[in-house]
Nanobody, 115 residues
Framework: QVQLVESGGGLVQPGGSLRLSCTASGSIFSINTMGWYRQAPGKQRELVAR???????YYADPVKGRFTISRENAKNTVYLQMNSLKPDDTAVYYC?????????WGQGTQVTVSS
């Protein structure tokens, strides 16, 4: 069993910043890709960013230049630094990790960008 625990969501004003964290625990041999998705009300879940086991990042176009994904392998943790937040970034953010052929998901953390 693998558990993912997310933290760092909350309410922030437009232009502000938040840092999300997600730590995996349990039966982990090695983690491949780690990533973040988000789902806004009435919309499909979408990829925000992902990072390979070697540290290569990928960003969806809406967040390029504003968000930074990173990982700390020794702690089985992935981070998402979100800067210059916009109201359109409001969503539930989910982390995901790939271990072997299995994808695991966190419970989600709410990010609300509003004045």
């Amino acid at each position: 069993q693998v558990q993912l625990v997310e933290s760092g969501g909350g309410l922030v004003q437009p232009g502000g910043s938040l840092r999300l964290s997600c730590t995996a625990s349990g039966s982990i041999f090695s983690i491949n890709t780690m990533g973040w998705y988000r789902q806004a009300p009435g919309k499909q879940r979408e990829l925000v960013a992902r990072i390979s086991s070697g540290g290569s990042p990928y960003y969806a176009d809406p967040v390029k230049g504003r968000f930074t994904i990173s990982r700390e392998n020794a702690k089985n943790t992935v981070y998402l630094q979100m800067n210059s937040l916009k109201p359109d970034d409001t969503a539930v953010y989910y982390c995901t990790v790939a271990i072997g052929l299995q994808d695991y998901w966190g419970q989600g953390t709410q990010v609300t960008v509003s004045s």
